[in-house]
């Protein structure tokens, strides 16, 4: 069974980081785009970053040089290092997995930035 499951939510404070793990069954990490969204309340999901099976990286203006995206493939699992986190990070922050036409979704994680 294919499975996608992030972890690593939380409160922060306004300034405070938080590293976002996004684990993946082995069968789709590899040959895979990559990608981090977020969805807050009464708000349409917005795309983050992604990371392609080649390495190729991009991020959304909106998150360019506070967040970072990586990967470990041994561990089939992507990363989202997020420093400087504002108000208006919060969120529910998804992680999503692109192989050939399928794609897969996890459930998401609460990241609260609040003092």
């Known amino acids: 069974q294919v499975q996608v499951v992030e972890s690593g939510g939380g409160l922060v404070q306004p300034g405070g980081s938080l590293r976002l793990s996004c684990a993946a069954s082995?069968?789709?990490?590899?040959?895979?785009?990559k990608g981090w969204y977020r969805q807050a309340p009464g708000k349409q999901r917005e795309w983050l970053a992604g990371?392609?099976?080649?390495?190729?990286?991009n991020y959304a203006d909106s998150v360019k040089g506070r967040f970072t995206i990586s990967r470990d493939n041994a561990k089939n699992t992507v990363y989202l290092q997020m420093n400087g986190l504002k108000p208006e990070d919060t969120a529910v922050y998804y992680c999503?997995?692109?192989?050939?036409?399928?794609?897969?979704w996890g459930q998401g994680t609460q990241v609260t930035v609040s003092s």
């Open positions: 999503r997995v692109r192989q050939f036409d399928l794609e897969y």
């Open positions: 082995r069968s789709i990490f590899s040959s895979s785009l």
């Open positions: 990371i392609s099976s080649g390495g190729n990286i």
